[in-house]
Each structure stands twice: as C-alpha cells, then as structure tokens.
C-alpha cells in the first residue's frame, strides 16, 4: 500500500504565494509521473501541473509562469510554488502520483487533498 501525505495549504492575500507539499510512503518499487490537481466549488477536478520521473514539466495554461512544480526522489515528494495567486486559485488541491509497487504492477494514488483560499 502507498499513502500520499499532503501540507502546505492555508489562506492567503491576492499576490502572496504558497507551497504545497505532497510525500508518499508505502511498498513504492518506483515513482513515474507526480502531479497536482485542483478542484473549486461547483467545478470538475481539473489538472494544475505534472512533472516526470525525468524531470518533464507541464502546465495548465491559468497557473503558467506563477506556479512552478518540482521533485526530490530521494525524499519520493513533489512540491507546488505558487506564487502571485489569485483568487480564482481558491480550491482543494489533491497531488496524484504513479507508483510502480512492484516490477509489473503500477497505480494511481491521490493525496487526500489541502485547501488553498485566496483572499481579494
């Protein structure tokens, strides 16, 4: 089994800037692709950034240039900066890493989510 344990989170001023932290633990043979994703109120879970397990990063185009997603594989973490944040960032964020927990076995885990309230 792998846990996926989330911080980072909290309420911020419009222009401020957080980071989110996502470390997983567990029967991890491996970890692929790690990502974030969010969901507001009323909206579908959409997908914020993702980055490879060679380093590969890619964005939504609402958070290019202010949020920046990176990874220690020492540590199995991925992180969030998110910086200039606008009120429309307010969501639940969730991290989404793919583990291979053995040589011919590979799922999806979800981190169980952090609040980002950004304030006008």
């Known amino acids: 089994q792998v846990q996926l344990v989330e911080s980072g989170g909290g309420l911020v001023q419009a222009g401020g800037s957080l980071r989110l932290s996502c470390a997983a633990s567990?029967?991890?043979?491996?970890?692929?692709?790690m990502g974030w994703y969010r969901q507001a109120p009323g909206k579908q879970r959409e997908l914020v950034a993702t980055i490879t397990s060679g380093g590969s990063t890619m964005y939504a185009n609402s958070v290019k240039g202010r949020f920046t997603i990176s990874r220690d594989n020492a540590k199995n973490t991925v992180y969030q900066q998110m910086n200039s944040l606008k009120p429309e960032d307010t969501a639940v964020y969730y991290c989404q890493v793919v583990v291979t927990t053995s040589p011919y076995t590979q799922n999806n885990y979800w981190g169980q989510g952090t609040q980002v309230t950004v304030s006008s």
């Open positions: 567990g029967s991890i043979f491996s970890i692929n692709a």
